[in-house]
Structure formats: structure tokens, C-alpha cells
């Protein structure tokens, strides 16, 4: 069972350590229990071939919110079914994902990612479900 402050800080830098997001110029700018925010400056290697936001980018972009959020109550959560919504196409600039944990109950963490552009009109909208294990999150080291 997670503590009943889970240490958010801890939560930050395990997955500031999230490989494929950091190499892709992800960055994490908030979290909160049950809320995380990212962002990417959408650069011409995010690009597909006719000239917008690939899904791949956006996809990765929510995923890293979604997964904070549901992480962030201190126990191991892992996606079991995610969809993305395209609405509006994304030629530059910079894009931020808002993940709001909307319902949760002793398994399963639903929530809610908001893609917004620099206007803050909603490029994306992700919806995700995790499964919630029993196991403490972070993970604790050996």
C-alpha cells in the first residue's frame, strides 16, 4: 500500500529518467497527486512527412503526463488501454499535455490528457486506464 504522502519528488526523477521521453525533448513541468503537465518545442525531427506533428510525438508526449498522473498516489500503475484523439494539426511550436486523474479506485486510475498548443487550443485529447499493483512507486531499490 503507497504512504499516505507519496513523495512526489522521487516520483519526478524516476521518470525524468523515462529514456525514449528524454530523448525525444520531452520535459516534465509539474506534478501533483493525481495531476502531471510535460511539454515538447515541436522541432523538424517531430515531423512527419507532410509537414506536422507526428502521432508518435504527440502519443509520447501524453503518455509520459498520463503515466505520472496515475503513478503519483505512490503505487505502481501501468496502462491497460489508452486512445488519442487527433483535433488539430501541429506544423511548429511548442505543445503541453495536461493529465488529470478523473476516477480511481483501489485498481484502476482513469484519466484524462488535454494536448494544448502555444494558443492553448486543444490539439489532442488522450484517455488512458492503468491497473493499479500493490507494489510501491517508485520502485524500491535493491
Known amino acids: 500500500m503507497p504512504d499516505a504522502t507519496p513523495d512526489l519528488e522521487a ?3 524516476h521518470f525524468a529518467q523515462d529514456h525514449f521521453a ?4 520531452i520535459e516534465i513541468l509539474e506534478l501533483q497527486q493525481g495531476f502531471a503537465r510535460t511539454a515538447l518545442k515541436v522541432e523538424e525531427r517531430h515531423l512527419n512527412s507532410v509537414g506536422i506533428a507526428q502521432g508518435g510525438a504527440i502519443f509520447t508526449l501524453a503518455d509520459l503526463a ?3 498522473a496515475c503513478n503519483s498516489s505512490g503505487q505502481v500503475a501501468v496502462a491497460i488501454n489508452t486512445t488519442l484523439s487527433f483535433l488539430r494539426p501541429t506544423p511548429g511550436g511548442s505543445l ?7 476516477s ?10 488535454r494536448v ?8 489532442a485529447l488522450f484517455q488512458g486506464t492503468a491497473y ?3 507494489e510501491p512507486f517508485p520502485p524500491v531499490s535493491d
Not at 494544448?116 to 490539439?123: G, Q
Open 96 to 102: 503541453v499535455a495536461e493529465a488529470t486523474e478523473v
Open 132 to 134: 493499479i499493483k500493490d
Open 104 to 113: 480511481r479506485s483501489r485498481r484502476i486510475s482513469t484519466c484524462t490528457v
Open 66 to 68: 498520463f503515466a505520472m
Open 22 to 25: 528524454a530523448t525525444s525533448g
Open 116 to 123: 494544448l498548443d502555444e494558443s492553448e487550443r486543444l490539439v
Open 11 to 13: 516520483i519526478k526523477r
